[in-house]
């Protein structure tokens, strides 16, 4: 039997006759749209800048639904993108031409929270913030916390290893999962992990947790609780110079520190944040530093005076403690919000999502700064200084393209200094379609041929949200992602088709 042509490759409408034949028997009416005002809500996700309307978009609400929608799939040759909440920042989640939206929203009930073992068994479509919510009155929460974690659900976490302003200390969602029950593309259902302290055999979980939905449709997952500390408080330092504060990450980590959160942000960033939030931040400083420490009362009176004494003699012009709970949640509040601030001083704003080695946070703050000259943009510094995970947020006007050419060539710019000096081209956003370019500066051919490989041992078909995460020869054909302009490419010294 010969295997059906992909959906890309064939009348649109055909297809999408076909796939409404098939998946209509298996979910009720309104829960499979495929009108065209109806499927264009689910063509972006948080990056808007790219595109597509998907043929149809499925909302199973079953676990059930999720394997006969994906079997009927794998048999037509139709891609699908799996859904949460649509908050990430790298076009993950964007449609694939010809192809299905699988949302996850339905998927939203907490199916046991087990306070002795301090562990929650949810289904994707929960809400990161949901599980500290429902573990509250058991001294419990979910330690990773995204700055859209009212908003963004445990699926997307997975698929994104999402971390947040505490992952130094608790780290990322890879190491606050035990569990994941999930859906092949042929739908035969899997489960990656276990709650046992120590499982047997590959670790498979690691492999699926950050994968970008390529792999395998999450239905249930395990989480670890932990609890919740008996006192918090958090240092505002104050720095005159962005290298100063970038240097004092590295010296608070060299001292044996390890906050619950240590976060900087840049004179831009603090001033577009104070205007719309009133944290209470230092608008002299070139930059500040958020330092939290967690932990009984005299563990955390003894690692605040610690911090602030190696803070000082980093150079630090200001050091101010939280002296309330409120106080410290003002100061987060802050932080938390800073990109809608950048959305109040900018029409768009473009975010990064590079890693650096600490020791370099500094040198990378000055090369932003020059690329700002470069590139005739602005540019507000945010980010998880204590793993050096960067958030530049690039200030453009999506309706001048030639702004957002410069963007693109920006960020890509930042991304290329991350991987030159020792990092990473991502962080938590994701590969999705924006880093295709950027992850052949950082791998091999032959490092990109193993990814593919991995992926399709999974998804032999590759039908399972393609063409995202991992470059491929044909990616210029794909997305228009290398953007010839004025004989122009980005990388001229890679091979194309």
């Known amino acids: 039997m010969n295997a059906p042509l992909p959906a890309a490759a064939r009348d649109p409408s055909a297809v999408q006759a076909e796939l409404i034949a098939a998946l209509s028997p298996l979910m009720p009416a309104d829960a499979l749209l495929w009108a065209r005002e109806d499927t ?6 948080g990056l808007a800048a790219y595109r597509q309307v998907p043929l149809a978009v499925a909302l199973p609400d079953s676990e059930a639904q999720v394997v006969e929608i994906l079997r009927a799939c794998h048999r037509l040759g139709v891609p699908v993108v799996p859904r949460g909440a649509g908050t990430s920042l790298s076009g993950g989640a964007m449609p694939t031409p010809g192809g299905l939206v699988l949302s996850l929203a339905k998927f939203k009930r907490i199916l046991k929270l087990d306070p002795h073992t301090r562990t929650a068994a949810v289904q994707p479509g929960v809400r990161n913030l949901a599980i500290s919510e429902a573990a509250a009155p058991h001294g419990l929460y979910y330690a990773p916390d995204p700055s859209s974690q009212i908003a963004c659900t445990i699926g997307g976490n997975v698929s994104e290893n999402s971390g947040g302003v505490h992952c130094l200390k608790y780290g990322l969602t890879v190491h606050n999962v035990l569990r994941v029950r999930a859906v092949m ?14 499982a047997p055999g590959l670790d498979l979980l690691a492999a699926v947790i950050g994968s970008e939905g390529m792999l395998a449709v999450v239905t249930e997952v395990t989480v670890r609780l932990v609890p919740k500390p008996q006192l918090a408080q958090v240092i505002m330092a104050s720095f005159d110079d962005v290298e100063a504060g970038g240097n004092a990450v590295a010296e608070v980590i060299a001292a044996g520190i390890i906050p619950a959160g240590l976060e900087m942000m840049d004179k831009p960033a603090t001033a577009a944040v104070e205007e719309f939030v009133r944290a209470g931040y230092d608008l002299d400083a070139a930059a500040i530093l958020l330092c939290e420490s967690d932990g009984t009362p005299e563990e955390v009176a003894e690692e605040i005076a610690r911090m602030s004494e190696v803070l000082r003699a980093s150079g630090a012009t200001r050091i101010q403690v939280s002296q309330s709970e409120a106080e410290r949640l003002k100061f987060w509040s802050g932080r938390k919000n800073a990109f809608p601030a ?6 768009d704003y473009y975010c990064m999502d590079g890693t650096i080695p600490r020791k370099h946070i500094g040198t990378l703050l000055k090369r932003i700064q020059q690329m700002e000259q470069k590139y005739a943009l602005r540019c507000i510094n945010v980010f998880h200084a204590g793993d050096g995970n960067m958030h530049p947020l690039i200030l453009f006007n999506g309706e001048d393209q030639d702004e957002w050419h410069r963007a693109e060539l920006f960020g ?32 091999s051919a032959e490092e990109r041929d193993a990814f593919l490989r991995v992926k399709a041992a999974f998804d032999p078909a590759r039908l399972l949200n393609p063409d995202k995460a991992i470059p491929t020869l044909a990616r210029c ?21």
């Open 40 to 45: 264009t809500p689910y063509e972006c996700d």
């Open 477 to 497: 054909a794909e997305y228009g992602k290398l953007h010839v302009r004025n004989g122009l490419l980005p990388h001229p010294d890679l091979p194309r088709f």
């Open 342 to 347: 950048a959305g109040r001083i900018s029409p």
């Open 412 to 443: 890509a710019d930042i991304l290329e200094t991350c991987v030159e000096l020792g990092g990473t081209v991502t962080g938590e956003h994701g590969v999705g379609v924006e880093k295709l370019n950027s992850m052949c500066v950082q791998f």
């Open 185 to 198: 593309m042929d739908g035969e259902v899997v489960e990656f992990g276990s709650e046992a302290p120590d």
